[in-house]
């Protein structure tokens, strides 16, 4: 979300998971991939199956923080998802208490899911995570030739 990456490297290892661990972890039904790119980015690139969608800059929104320009440019490019505080707690409290599952935040190239993960984390959500590389790193292992 914020393009302006100020973290620091180390906590950004702390937040991230690659894909291959990502995808693992669903398909042992211990995480949910989480896509927070907004709807007219999915509908042109397309989705990784099992995804729950929560666009992000209706969420950053929604809980009255500011979007920077970029921000504000991607969210003006589509038709903003309504999503309202009621709907994006219930859907992220299922996931994070009651099936107990890791979040793992997912966009098109790994950037804005760290600073989704790192505002789930400040919500009260530490399982939290940001999935390396995004849906390009999915693409990629999807056009990959078999080992």
């Not at 709807?39 to 989705?47: D, N, P, R, T, V």
């Not at 800059?57 to 038709?79: N, P, R």
């Not at 939290?128 to 390009?136: D, E, I």
Request: proline fraction near 5%; charged fraction near 20%.
């Amino acid at each position: 979300m914020n393009t302006d990456d100020t973290r620091a490297p180390g906590d950004q290892a702390a937040l991230e998971i690659t894909l291959p661990t990502a995808l693992e972890l669903c398909r042992l039904g211990l995480a949910t991939m989480i896509d927070i790119r907004q709807s007219f980015e999915i509908e042109m690139k397309g989705a990784i199956p099992g995804t729950v969608h929560i666009p992000m800059f209706e969420v950053k929104l929604m809980l009255g923080h500011t979007l920077t320009e970029d921000e504000q440019d991607i969210l003006d490019a589509g038709q903003p998802k309504d999503i309202d505080a009621k709907t994006f707690f219930t859907t992220i409290n299922q996931l994070h208490h009651a099936r107990d599952h890791l979040l793992l935040c997912v966009c098109n190239s790994g950037r804005r899911s760290l600073t989704a993960a790192s505002l789930l984390r400040s919500l009260g959500y530490p399982k939290a995570l940001s999935v390396a590389g995004g849906f390009q790193a999915w693409k990629k292992l999807q056009a990959a030739p078999p080992a």
